[in-house]
Nanobody
Framework: QVQLVESGGGLVQAGGSLRLSCTAS????????MGWFRQAPGKEREFVAA??????????YYAESVKGRFTISRDSTKNTGYLQMNSLKPEDTAVYYC????????????????????WGQGTQVTVSE
């Protein structure tokens, strides 16, 4: 089992920045991909970004709505993933969840909630006008 804990959410003005962290514990060596999703009130959970790795390759993926503003990264020595969010907009307001997958994900898999076996509890991000 893998446990995920998000942190770093909060209230920020439009145009500001936040960095979310996702710290994994347990059998972290069994995971090969990590994703960030978000869910706004009354909406479905949506893909934000993902990072997938093997011993030689790291691939990153972004939703069109955040491309150029958000950056996903990972520090394997700390078992922690990050989502750096810049130029935040009110429409970025949501609960942000990190997720981990046991397998390295293909491009067509990273967007799907069902591709990830482990989920954190979420952290609230609120962007004011």
């Amino acid at each position: 089992q893998v446990q995920l804990v998000e942190s770093g959410g909060g209230l920020v003005q439009a145009g500001g920045s936040l960095r979310l962290s996702c710290t994994a514990s347990g059998r972290t060596g069994s995971t090969s991909a990590m994703g960030w999703f978000r869910q706004a009130p009354g909406k479905e959970r949506e893909f934000v970004a993902a990072i997938s790795w093997s011993w030689s390759t790291v691939s990153t993926y972004y939703a069109e709505s955040v491309k150029g503003r958000f950056t996903i990264s990972r520090d394997s020595t700390k078992n922690t993933g990050y989502l750096q969010m810049n130029s935040l907009k009110p429409e970025d307001t949501a609960v942000y969840y990190c997720a981990a997958a046991r397998s390295r994900l293909r491009t067509d898999q990273v967007l799907a909630v069902t591709s990830y076996q482990y989920w954190g509890q979420g952290t609230q991000v609120t962007v004011s006008e």
